[in-house]
């Protein structure tokens, strides 16, 4: 196969296709396939937050320095967002339910391993391979679901789908904080070791694997080096800006060859037989939305709930598991949300409540930006509501949009690249509303600390004041007079609300815009080719 005949077949309608008659028995049946894929992807949803819960236990544990337990989240984050599109591709070529088992295979192994790890060299490494595995995992869901529900039943499946992921990524610090507090830190851990056991039954008994006619039968191994450099430059600049500084030249360079990995990428794939993505795919203009759209979404959700824990926990005192709780209403509007936005984006398409969603968006982020520290649980559980509102269409939307665009032949490279936009928006909202943060609260402090008429700092005690005011925290020195004390924690708090109302403004900002971006998205003009895809 060519490259240019992989551009005609991106580019025209699908062939019209016989839907298969219903599964008969276990295997192969769509809602057993959605319950079943559902186990595996919210192992790794959920060890995206859950994790954060447990840091400062096996920091204490182990003896691990602050440099080092932010390399277990960093280690995972990297690992899974550079290598998901080359997963999506490995389920094009070798099958969804061999890659997908595989997944949830290494995935809980490396979980039992980093519970069993007795240094923080061994769980970093071993959280390395669970991003690995997680990302042969998630792609390789979709990639089922696309080839096993017909198109009228594709969007309920995203809904929920989606919920999952949700939900999962909602609720790992409240599962989290009862596991650090009641067991132990490698419980955290340890917890995947049975549901990956259930997943992988499952999908033993359940999964029925499904291959397009043309799928690709070669490897663009170039096109994986270009791309796996352009991603791990991209996340590592996005990683460490904020401790080298997005004036540096260390996150200049990176970002410079990120972009130069881009090129030389775009450049051969034009050339290559079997390119790991055909830039075809990108001529749809509706799939081009759904990736922007996808990173939006994130930035916004991702960068502004970054500063909502903080809020929650260092500004109203809550304990890491009172804080999971307060944040159960946008838990529970993206569970109840997801299925509807599904039904609701098969009845009308995906263009008005996709805008409809990151309206509500907006809406919910300029809410959170009037947030104070004496603010009552009523008013925050509105404005998170409204967010997991406002997120539920988006995140079911923009996935069917990004999917159901592509052929089948690339359904797996489609899911990565949902999924890769995602944690790229999550970085990027983190990093730079971090950096507006960040700024906000340097201009801020020296004045409202002399305005509060507190004793002076030197210029060294003002930026350790600083980093400690950035996640909410008073920067009260040990034997402070208690009126001293809570005068300096009130200045704190003021100034960390003002950056982070500023941050939530920008995040406001970001999902404005991406109401326009919705605006171009339609209907998966391939949704159909799922169900007929051959069953092997």
């Keep these: 196969m060519t490259s240019q005949t992989t551009v005609d077949k991106a580019d025209k309608a699908p062939e ?17 396939t959605l319950f079943s894929v559902a186990i595996g992807v919210m192992m790794v949803a959920l060890d995206g937050t859950i994790v954060a819960i447990a840091n400062p236990a096996i920091q204490k544990d182990l003896g691990a320095s602050f440099a080092d337990v932010q390399w277990i989240t960093n280690g995972y984050f990297l690992a899974l967002a ?21 997944g949830v ?12 790890s007795d240094s923080i060299a061994l769980v970093v490494t071993f959280r390395v391979f669970q991003g690995l595995f997680g990302a042969l995992l998630m792609p390789a869901a979709l990639g089922l679901l696309r080839a096993t529900f017909p198109a009228e039943k594709l969007n309920m499946a995203i809904g929920i789908w989606g919920m999952v992921i949700g939900a999962s990524t909602a609720g790992g610090p409240i599962l989290g904080g009862l596991l650090v507090q009641h067991v132990s830190w490698q ?31 070669s490897f663009d191994i170039l096109g994986i080096v270009l791309l796996s450099g352009a991603m791990f430059c991209l996340v590592w600049a996005l990683i460490k800006a904020p401790t080298w500084g997005w004036g540096d030249g260390l996150t200049w360079t990176f970002l410079a060859a990120s972009v130069l990995c881009f090129a030389l990428f775009a450049i051969w794939e034009t050339r290559v037989e079997e390119p790991l993505i055909p830039l075809a795919l990108f001529r749809s203009v509706p799939l081009s939305a759904g990736v922007v759209l996808m990173v939006l979404m994130a930035i916004a959700f991702m960068g502004g709930l970054f500063f909502v824990t903080f809020y929650l926990q260092n500004v109203h005192g809550m304990s890491p598991v009172d804080s999971g709780l307060h944040l159960l209403p946008l838990t529970g509007m993206m569970i109840v949300g997801s299925p509807l936005a599904g039904a609701m984006i098969t009845k009308v398409g995906p263009r008005i409540p996709l805008a409809g969603g990151m309206l509500l968006t907006a809406v919910a982020m300029y809410g959170m930006s009037t947030l104070e520290s004496g603010t009552g649980s009523g008013v925050m559980s509105l404005w998170f509501a409204l967010l997991g509102l406002g997120l539920a269409p988006v995140m079911v939307g923009a996935t069917e949009v990004i999917v159901g665009n592509a052929p089948m032949e690339l359904s797996g490279v489609a899911g990565g690249l949902q999924q890769a936009a995602m944690q790229i928006g999550g970085s990027l909202g983190t990093a730079v509303l971090g950096a507006v943060m960040a700024s906000k609260v340097d201009n801020d402090l020296a004045g409202n600390w002399t305005d509060a008429k507190l004793p002076p700092l030197t210029p060294a005690q003002l930026d350790q004041a600083s980093e400690a005011v950035q996640v909410g925290v008073g920067p009260v020195p040990k034997g402070t007079p208690a009126v001293l004390a809570e005068k300096i924690t009130s200045v704190a708090h003021d100034t960390f609300i003002s950056g982070m109302s500023l941050a939530c403004l920008v995040a406001a900002g970001v999902a404005v815009v991406a109401i326009f971006v919705a605006l171009l998205t339609k209907r998966g003009a391939n949704a159909e080719a799922g169900a007929g895809a051959a069953h092997i």
Excluded at 17 to 31: C, E, I, Q, T, Y
Excluded at 82 to 100: C, E, N, W
Excluded at 188 to 211: E, M
Aim: aromatic fraction near 8%; glycine fraction near 12%.
């Design 16 to 32: 019209p296709l016989s839907v298969p008659a219903p599964a008969k028995g276990l295997r192969g049946h769509p809602w057993l």
């Design 105 to 116: 295979i290494g995935f809980a192994a490396a979980s039992g391993a980093i519970g069993l």
């Design 82 to 102: 550079v290598t998901l599109i080359t997963a999506g591709k490995l389920g094009d070529r070798f099958g969804h339910r061999q890659t997908f088992l595989i």
């Design 187 to 217: 419980s955290v851990f340890f917890i995947n070791v049975p549901v990956g056991v259930i997943a992988l039954v499952l999908g033993l008994l359940i999964l029925k694997d499904h291959r397009a006619e043309n799928a690709p039968r």
